[in-house]
C-alpha cells in the first residue's frame, strides 16, 4: 500500500483526535472524580513512585568506568536529595540537581565563566 497525502493526513487527524480526546477526559468527569478515594490515594502517592522510578532509572544510566561523568551525575543526585530534604520542593530540587550535573560534567563552573 502506498503512502499517499489523504491516508497521512487521516493517519494524523486520527491521532490528533485521539490525544485531544484523552487530555481533555479528566477535566470532563472532573466533578464526578472530585472526592474519589482512589485520586486521593494517587494523590499522595504517585509523586513518590514516580520519583523512585526516575531515580532507578538515571541510577542505571550510570557508567561507573567514566568517572567523571558518574561522579558528576552522582553529584546531582545528592544535590537534588539534599535540596529537597532542605526545603522540600520538587521543583527546586529538579533544577538544582540538573544544574549540578549538567555543570560538572561540561567541565565545572570555570567552563562557563
Same mark, same amino acid.
Given at each position: 500500500?502506498?503512502?499517499?497525502?489523504?491516508? /497521512?493526513? $487521516?493517519?494524523?487527524?486520527?491521532? !490528533?483526535?485521539?490525544?485531544? &480526546?484523552?487530555? +481533555?477526559?479528566?477535566? @470532563?468527569?472532573?466533578?464526578?472524580?472530585?472526592?474519589?478515594?482512589?485520586?486521593?490515594?494517587?494523590?499522595?502517592?504517585?509523586?513518590?513512585?514516580?520519583?523512585?522510578?526516575?531515580?532507578?532509572?538515571?541510577?542505571?544510566? /550510570?557508567? $561507573?568506568?567514566?568517572?567523571?561523568? !558518574?561522579?558528576?551525575?552522582? &553529584?546531582?543526585? +545528592?544535590?537534588?536529595? @539534599?535540596?529537597?530534604?532542605?526545603?522540600?520542593?520538587?521543583?527546586?530540587?529538579?533544577?538544582?540537581?540538573?544544574?549540578?550535573?549538567?555543570?560538572?560534567?561540561?567541565?565545572?563552573?570555570?567552563?562557563?565563566?
Amino acid at each position: 500500500m502506498a503512502l499517499n497525502a489523504p491516508y /497521512i493526513a $487521516l493517519a494524523i487527524g486520527c491521532a !490528533a483526535v485521539i490525544t485531544f &480526546a484523552l487530555r +481533555a477526559l479528566p477535566f @470532563a468527569i472532573r466533578e464526578a472524580i472530585k472526592d474519589s478515594p482512589l485520586l486521593a490515594h494517587l494523590n499522595a502517592w504517585m509523586p513518590l513512585g514516580v520519583t523512585a522510578i526516575l531515580v532507578v532509572y538515571c541510577r542505571r544510566m /550510570i557508567d $561507573l568506568h567514566d568517572t567523571a561523568l !558518574a561522579s558528576a551525575k552522582l &553529584a546531582g543526585i +545528592a544535590a537534588t536529595v @539534599a535540596v529537597h530534604l532542605w526545603r522540600g520542593n520538587p521543583f527546586l530540587s529538579l533544577v538544582v540537581g540538573t544544574g549540578v550535573c549538567v555543570v560538572l560534567a561540561n567541565g565545572g563552573l570555570a567552563h562557563f565563566l
